[in-house]
């Protein structure tokens, strides 16, 4: 199994990107998946996650300026970022939570937002 993550980039402050992270292989059943992110010298946080029937979750620092969404058939989770500020300059993971299998990592997508 492995997650592919896409959408990252460089994006003035007050810009938009869509993150994407697909799943491949027999990965099952997805519970919750999610989003998480590491700036330089700080700890993972998590930003944004999703239950298998909908339930979000956002960190106060996102909420009203990101959206998480998922496709099941497609075995992909977003993340629409808008009005983007620096402090969101992070490298970006997506997770994905199996009952059966445990829990798969992306490679990490960069997000630079410029000033």
């Known amino acids: 199994v492995q997650l592919q993550a896409s959408g990252g980039g460089l994006v003035q402050a007050g810009g938009s990107l869509r993150l994407s992270c697909t799943a491949s292989g027999s990965i099952g059943s997805i519970a919750t998946m999610g989003w998480y992110r590491q700036a330089p010298g700080n700890q993972r946080e998590v930003v944004a996650t999703?239950?298998?029937?909908?339930?979000?979750n956002y960190a106060d620092s996102v909420k009203g300026r990101f959206t998480i969404s998922r496709d099941n058939a497609k075995k992909t989770v977003y993340l629409q970022m808008n009005s983007l500020q620096p402090d969101d300059t992070a490298v970006y993971y997506c997770k994905m939570g199996t009952v059966i299998l445990g829990d798969f990592w992306g490679q990490g997508t960069l997000v630079t937002v410029s000033s």
């Open positions: 999703i239950t298998s029937v909908g339930r979000v």
